[in-house]
């Protein structure tokens, strides 16, 4: 199989986590509104518990640490190895566009480095959401469990920036599966789940990227070269 590496096991694993306890926040901090008695969920076999104030609120607060970890040993990881091909370069936003355009119209697409440039912005738009409902959720967190007085004004801004991270938040996800809605996306998603890539959609996609190109360029030299091997290729 024409496969090479485009996700660590680190990454894949920081990924899973990540969306998991995304969801889970999500689910939980809909529970603190609360809605789901309104709308009978909780006469599902086995969600009753998600009508209740206390239990929603201490699972939120237990995915919130697993995000709040995950997320400094990402920060961590990725600094000590000196890996940034993930953060947003100038002329992204231009990129993104061409990327977009290209895919609609069925034209080519310009190359790309590792990630496309939409996959940057993505990540910093998602990345900073998740900061700001850390941050403001720290503070929620500090008055509910040990009773501290922020004071009236911190707790109102604190609560409706909060409220204004969790839209923006599932904005983002959103828009992040709804990139899959493009064929040529869907190739990304076998990296995501088992770590690996097809060997041809790096060498039309991803020619930027120079690691993954020169291991893209042995693999299809095995196989008779990229003419060859890539023959039947689709993007």
């Known amino acids: 199989m024409k496969?090479?590496?485009?996700?660590?096991?680190?990454?894949?694993?920081?990924?899973?986590?990540?969306?998991t306890s995304i969801f889970a926040l999500f689910f939980t901090g809909f529970g603190q509104m609360p809605v789901y008695k309104r709308y009978m969920l909780t006469e599902v076999p086995g969600f009753a518990?998600?009508?209740?104030?206390?239990?929603?609120?201490?699972w939120h607060y237990f995915f919130g640490v697993i995000l709040i970890g995950v997320g400094m040993y990402h920060v961590v990881y990725h600094l000590m190895r000196k890996e940034f091909d993930i953060i947003p370069k100038r002329g992204d936003l231009k990129d993104s566009w061409l990327v977009i355009k290209?895919?609609?119209?069925?034209?080519?697409?310009?190359?790309?480095e590792k990630y496309l440039p939409e996959q940057r912005l993505g990540y910093a738009f998602i990345a900073f959401w998740i900061v700001v409902m850390v941050l403001t959720g720290i503070i929620k967190a500090i008055k509910n469990v040990n009773g501290y007085n922020f004071g009236p004004e911190v707790l109102f801004w604190a609560a409706h920036i909060h409220n204004l991270g969790f839209f923006m938040l599932i904005l983002g996800v959103a828009g992040h599966l709804a990139a899959f809605l493009f064929k040529p996306n869907r190739q990304l998603l076998p990296?995501?789940?088992?770590?690996?890539?097809?060997?041809?959609?790096?060498?039309?996609?991803?020619?930027?990227?120079?690691?993954?190109?020169?291991?893209?360029?042995?693999v299809l030299s095995k196989l008779g070269g990229e003419d060859e091997a890539c023959k039947d290729f689709k993007h």
């Open 3 to 19: 496969k090479i590496t485009r996700q660590s096991l680190s990454n894949r694993i920081v990924h899973a986590l990540t969306a």
């Open 49 to 58: 518990w998600a009508g209740d104030y206390s239990i929603t609120l201490w």
């Open 102 to 112: 290209a895919m609609i119209s069925g034209k080519e697409e310009p190359p790309s």
């Open 191 to 218: 990296g995501m789940l088992w770590g690996k890539v097809c060997a041809c959609y790096v060498k039309f996609r991803h020619s930027l990227w120079e690691k993954g190109k020169n291991e893209a360029d042995k």
